[in-house]
């Protein structure tokens, strides 16, 4: 497979300025904003050097940066290895084909960059996935293409709901703004529209969301999109709404010469691909036999097949509350407590000195 291996840094990140803790609100006082700023990561490698290994997969239109926030905490709550990769058409992969993005062939890519990592001699992995990754990470372990495999993580995403809303999929993504003046504006764009609810990981993540546009754009209507979604949250900005508009305004017809920022992945021109991620996935994910872990941001997403399955106890299931699609991105510190927990009680590995498992109830 002709394809390079991004495994981008996941620990070792910036301290945030202030002692500001992964998943903490920035609440600024009057005349203070929130900083945008991206956080830079140049270095490529995988986090940890002993302990079970975390395979993390991440959601559609997103890259392995998605996992920077929640990797830290985990490495700090149990002993174990991280390997994030960006999967086929997302981040900084190169492939033959990147608009094939069918499950098959992405499950298939998770099985080669592993073999490619560890040869035959690979070590036990814990595979966790979110929305499009989770449902990945379903395939890849439903064909045992990673056989050291021994446990299955999915984060947000049943077949139920995840089919219900393929149809108003399309409209979303058209919702959203085609190109942003910098990559600081596409940060502001994802936390105040809601799409990543967490500053400091909204500074990581959106860096692998975006690209600079091959060639500058001037096209009439450009600087529309730019802004198109931003929503005001704080009170004592809109004092000075109309000035901030005005010069925003004049900004944007400078923008118009130079080159913007647009997303890595076209996910609308994936469409034909989302049924085959997401049809019999439920059944898909019941039918393998290592311990398995649902996390969801509500108990409204769980279908009717795997809520026989839960009550019959054939998965470990917890709700986040007060999150929105991106759990591990908006509650990285649940999440990790989460996942630690599950991997402490199986058996995969140790807790650190300091960290007290919490074991649920389902």
């Not at 084909?97 to 992995?125: H, Q, R, W």
């Amino acid at each position: 497979m002709e394809k390079q291996l991004h495994l981008n840094l996941l620990s070792s990140r910036p301290p945030m300025p202030g002692g500001l803790q992964s998943g903490s609100k920035m609440r600024m006082g009057p005349g203070r904003k929130r900083d945008f700023s991206p956080v830079p990561w140049s270095q490529i490698y995988s986090s940890g050097s002993h302990g079970p290994v975390l395979l993390l997969l991440h959601g559609g239109g997103h890259s392995a940066l998605s996992w920077a926030v929640f990797t830290a905490v985990i490495c700090s709550r149990i002993n174990c290895r991280v390997v994030a990769l960006d999967l086929r058409g997302h981040g900084d992969t190169k492939v033959k084909n990147c608009e094939d993005l069918s499950a098959e062939t992405m499950a298939k890519d998770v099985g080669k960059v592993v073999e490619a990592l560890y040869g035959e001699d690979a070590p036990p992995i814990v595979m966790i996935g979110h929305s499009m990754g989770g449902a990945i990470a379903v395939h890849t372990a439903a064909a045992n293409h990673v056989p050291s495999l021994l446990g299955l993580g999915v984060i947000d995403v049943v077949e139920g709901t995840a089919m219900d809303s393929l149809n108003s999929m399309q409209n979303f993504l058209r919702g959203r703004p085609k190109t942003f003046k910098s990559v600081e504006n596409a940060i502001e764009w994802s936390v105040k529209s809601g799409q990543i609810r967490n500053v400091e990981s909204a500074r990581v993540s959106m860096v692998g969301q975006v690209k600079k546009c091959e060639e500058p754009l001037s096209s009439p209507g450009i600087s529309k999109c730019i802004g198109e979604g931003i929503i005001e949250e704080e009170e004592e900005e809109e004092e000075q709404g109309e000035s901030n508009h005005k010069r925003k305004k004049e900004d944007d017809i400078e923008v118009k010469k130079e080159s913007l920022f647009t997303w890595r992945i076209e996910l609308a021109k994936t469409e034909k691909y989302w049924d085959g991620w997401f049809r019999g996935l439920s059944a898909l994910f019941l039918s393998c036999s290592i311990p398995k872990l649902l996390l969801l941001a509500g108990v409204d997403r769980l279908d009717k097949e795997l809520t026989i399955g839960q009550m019959q106890g054939k998965f470990q299931m917890q709700v986040l509350p007060q999150c929105g699609h991106a759990v591990h991105e908006d509650a990285p510190e649940k999440v990790a407590e989460a996942i630690a927990t599950f991997m402490v009680r199986h058996k995969f590995t140790e807790s650190k000195e300091g960290f007290q498992c919490v074991f649920p109830a389902c």
